[in-house]
């Protein structure tokens, strides 16, 4: 099963489009189906093989065999790294048609995609890659000379990972790269919305030599195949990325199988702090940046803006020019121009704009779009809300979209009230040139914070959330632990028995 691409770049892919296990593309047991769709048009690009829990018992066995067979601890670590390597060597020669699929399927701008999310994807690899030969343990020191302890970093074993449709092909990237690079093997799921270019990496996967059944990859719905990951007793850890109710469900499921060890990354309210000593016209670019980029769709989105009283009519006045600019860069992928394209799928479509209707019914201020942009696709114009009460449902949830909410704030107190006034800390940005504020205040959220920057994320830095924003942090060093079991070996040099 295949599916032929083109797009409107004049390029042209073919995708296998059965489920990628032990390194083949196989159909679904039942042989079930589902469509995958062109947010920019609405119309239908492939059918993909749809998993059953039946399908996923097949990958956890392929996973599992590899890893006690030939994967884990039995291949060394360097030569882990260097498939790792070898497979971001293949992401960049392939970069133009991955972030193509990718533009296809997800809407995100094929600019972006091919200068951002394949470029990262890359740099993940390698990072990981690097970093499989030299996650050692600690020899530790004890008061007595009778004995020495000693730690491993072991890999954990067969990984479930679930992710989302806003960065399909980098989410690929930050779940597999860290559990590969460590020894574990995996099941992922993909998002329904966003299968595609998940796909184009197995063929990759092959290419690059990794041995059948270490890496597994399923398409398929949450609640069958994500839920049957979650509650599986053959997996040993299961990572989400997604919405916070799906991460609750899979927590739980978790915790009623074999208590799996969980790495959740959720949703976020992240606020975007501007004080009045700013380089406003810096602000007002990472703010803009903060909400419109990806269409909105980022867990670490600026969706709250906070301004100091004192520079508020200022930064009004340049935001409203700014969306200007945005609102004229609304458009397909491929166009040149587009920074901003379709929301995801219908169902996203319809949630933001019912976020915007129940923001004016509760009384904010439109300030800028709150419409539908062109007469098809899932496009919304850029929106900015202002006069919004603290408890409203647009202050409060995640709206996963291209809305803000601008208010203003009088002194440090104040703001650190309204910024921590949601269940989210998953990030937050401080905009000043006192530097000495920006830390302190940095160092005061409970969020990783940018100063004077939004959204900027690389493979070297941790990331994750705060509160209800997630456990465990993607990406860096901090990875690793994610994905190993710490072990503690304890050697008698000159001991006898106590009794
Ligand atoms: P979702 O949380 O349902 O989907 C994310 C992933 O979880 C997908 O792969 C989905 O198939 C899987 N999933 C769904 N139900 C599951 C279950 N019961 N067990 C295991 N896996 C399951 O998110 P959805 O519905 O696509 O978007 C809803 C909202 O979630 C968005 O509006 C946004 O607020 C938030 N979201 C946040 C993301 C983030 O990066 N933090 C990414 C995607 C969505
Ligand atoms: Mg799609």
């Known amino acids: 099963m295949s599916a032929n691409l083109s797009f409107n770049n004049g390029g042209k892919s073919t995708v296998q489009t059965g489920l990628f296990i032990n390194n083949k593309f196989q159909p679904a047991l039942d042989g079930k189906t589902f469509g995958v769709v062109n947010p920019a048009t609405g119309e239908e690009i492939a059918q993909v093989s749809e998993a059953s829990a039946k399908d996923i018992d097949v990958a956890v066995k392929a996973a599992r065999k590899a890893y006690d067979e030939v994967w884990g601890e039995r291949t060394p670590a360097a030569q882990r790294g260097k498939l790792l390597m070898k497979l971001a060597d293949l992401v960049e020669k392939h970069n133009d048609e991955l972030a193509s699929i990718e533009s296809l399927d997800n809407g995100k701008a094929f600019s972006i995609a091919s200068s951002f999310d394949v470029p990262s994807v890359a740099a993940n690899l390698r990072y990981f ?40 092909i980098l989410m690929f990237a930050w779940k597999i790269a860290p559990a590969l690079a460590t020894g574990n093997t995996v099941v992922l799921k993909t998002a329904e919305q966003t299968p595609l270019s998940a796909l184009k990496m197995a063929e990759l996967i092959v290419e690059a030599g990794f041995p059948p059944g270490v890496v597994n990859i399923v398409s398929g719905f949450g609640p069958v195949a994500g839920a049957a990951i979650s509650a599986h007793m053959d997996i040993d850890k299961v990572a989400f990325t997604g919405s916070t109710l799906v991460g609750r469900n899979v927590m739980k499921a978790a915790a009623s199988s074999n208590l799996k060890k969980v790495t959740l990354e959720l949703g976020g309210k992240s606020p975007v702090i501007v004080f009045g000593d700013a380089d406003l016209d810096q602000a007002v670019g990472w703010a803009a940046f903060g909400i419109y980029f990806n269409h909105g769709q980022c867990c670490c989105a600026g969706s709250r803006v906070f301004v100091e009283e004192s520079a508020y009519d200022e930064f009004m006045q340049k935001l409203s020019a700014k969306v200007k600019q945005v609102q004229g860069m609304v458009g397909d992928a491929f166009d040149k121009n587009t920074f901003q394209g379709p929301q995801v799928s219908q169902l996203q479509f319809d949630r933001i704009m019912a976020h915007i209707e129940s923001g004016k019914k509760d009384g904010a201020t439109l300030v800028s779009g709150g419409a539908r942009h062109g007469d098809k696709g899932y496009f919304i114009e850029p929106t900015i809300f202002t006069d919004v009460k603290p408890d409203a449902k647009i202050a409060q949830e995640e709206i996963f979209g291209p809305v803000l909410v601008v208010s203003k704030f009088t002194d440090e107190a104040d703001l650190l009230k309204k910024a921590h006034d949601t269940m989210y800390g998953l990030a937050a940005s401080v905009h000043t040139l ?16 940018g100063i004077n920057q939004h959204n900027q994320l690389t493979p070297q830095v941790p990331f994750g959330g705060y509160k209800a924003s997630g456990i465990g942090r993607e990406m860096g060093q901090y990875a690793l632990t994610n994905y190993t079991n710490v072990k503690a070996v304890h050697l008698a040099l000159d001991k006898q028995a106590p009794i």
């Open 129 to 168: 890659g690097g970093w499989a030969d030299k996650n050692t343990g600690q020899t530790i020191e004890v008061d007595s000379s009778a004995d020495f302890h000693y730690t491993r970093h072991e890999p954990i074993g067969v990984c479930g990972q679930i992710i989302p449709w806003n960065f399909p």
């Open 434 to 449: 006192n530097i000495k504020k920006g830390i302190s205040v940095a160092h005061k959220l409970k969020a990783g914070t």
